[in-house]
């Protein structure tokens, strides 16, 4: 792709002056995304598909790094759903790692296509605008970031405790294979502060 | 050409290929034509076919899949070409119809009506085997390449805006799914 490159900014990670999560000493991913990794392991997951955000960064790194799950980079997030949901028809297990942001701009993909279908998913969403938040322009998609999850019919946990991260990764892809739907974890300001 | 003639010729050609297909007029035309297991038809997800299509793509790395999308669902995911040519799956076509229209509304222009032009998209998202074609023959030359191609390729096929061709799709979306996974061995692991 002429001018492109791997680094260049993708629409959807979050522009703004608060800090991003830093890497741990030497690139290691921080507590809270070891956890998360460890979850997704556990429950199989072996395809990630994501459109970055600050808080989530550390994530996606750990993902990119222990290289055990197949990375695909998309350029907005209903996409994703549609590259996680296709995955999923074709036999790989798939979780779509975005910013709530992003959540809401899926809204057509998770009901129209995912929920029409049945499609088993895994959403790892940072939700930003809730508890902690800093920034006032994360506000208006947080307040409507549970509602619209509770709109969908979608099963959700508010993750803000490390300790529960990996567990909590597993039980959300759990439901979603039971239930043939989409289920959410939404990673709160907590979560990174306690990294 | 006509839709409906591209869609036969493509109909003769494939052997045990996944097919997604986007919404309105090219799912009901595939389906009249060429109803099988391993077609999913996505109902009302417009712009999603192709994102659908590199997932199942990047699954199945030992089969080919086949991606019949229309301009007005292309042009409402672009940012799909790019990610597409990204991943470059090998084993991935997108056959794309351009009535520079949106037919099944009543033939409302679309982008491509006017200025746009969605090989050169195609091309500059990074897709490496494009093809525009306009007629029957060349149809088929191009869908024999891209069925044939190494690489992630692109066909867009100008056909005539025209009211949708045969029947409504009858089979739930949920026989849809069921079937399409039973035809290629996947259990999702639900009930």
């Not at chain 1, 974890?185 to 979560?191: D, I, R, T, Y």
Request: glycine share 10%.
């Amino acid at each position: 792709m002429s001018g492109g490159s791997p680094s260049a900014p993708v629409p959807g990670s979050a522009p703004g002056p608060a800090p991003a999560p830093a890497p741990g000493p030497a690139g290691r991913p921080l507590p809270w995304a070891d956890a998360i990794l460890d979850g997704l392991k556990r429950a199989g997951i072996d395809l990630i598909v994501t459109v970055p955000d600050m808080k989530i960064v550390s994530l996606i790194r750990a993902v990119a790094a222990d290289g055990s799950m197949e990375l695909v980079r998309a350029a907005r997030e209903d996409e994703a759903v549609g590259i996680a949901a296709g995955a999923v028809l074709g036999g790989r297990r798939a979780a779509v790692l975005i910013q709530n942001a992003g959540l809401l701009a899926s809204v057509n993909a998770l009901a129209c296509l995912d929920g029409l279908f049945g499609i088993p998913l895994l959403l790892l969403v940072s939700y930003r605008g809730d508890m902690g938040e800093r920034e006032r322009s994360h506000r208006p998609v947080g307040k409507a970031t549970e509602p619209v999850l509770k709109a969908l019919g979608l099963p959700y946990f508010v993750l803000r405790k490390v300790e529960d991260a990996s567990d909590a990764v597993v039980d959300a892809a759990v439901v979603a294979g039971s239930g043939d739907t989409a289920a959410a974890l939404l990673l709160s300001n907590a979560l990174f502060r306690n990294a | 050409m006509r839709r409906i003639e591209a869609l036969r010729i493509l109909a003769g050609k494939l052997a045990d290929e996944l097919v997604v297909t986007s919404l309105a007029g090219v799912a009901r035309e595939w389906a009249w034509i060429a109803d099988r297991p391993r077609n999913f038809y996505l109902r009302h997800s417009m712009g999603l076919a192709s994102s659908v299509g590199l997932g199942l793509a990047l699954a199945r790395p030992g089969e080919r899949v086949i991606v019949l999308d229309g301009d007005g669902s292309v042009l409402m995911n672009l940012g799909s070409l790019c990610t597409i040519a990204n991943c470059a799956p090998p084993n991935l076509a997108l056959i794309i119809f351009d009535n520079q229209a949106y037919a099944s509304t009543g033939l409302q222009p679309s982008a491509t009506a006017g200025r746009a032009d969605l090989a050169a998209i195609c091309r500059g998202a990074g897709i490496g085997e494009v093809a525009a074609v306009g007629d029957p023959a060349r149809f088929q030359a191009a869908v024999e390449a891209a069925l044939a191609c190494r690489g992630t390729a692109a066909v867009i096929a100008r056909v005539a805006a025209e009211p949708v061709q045969g029947p409504k799709i009858t089979i739930s979306t949920w026989e849809n799914k069921h079937r399409f996974l039973r035809a290629i061995g996947v259990d999702t692991g639900g009930d």
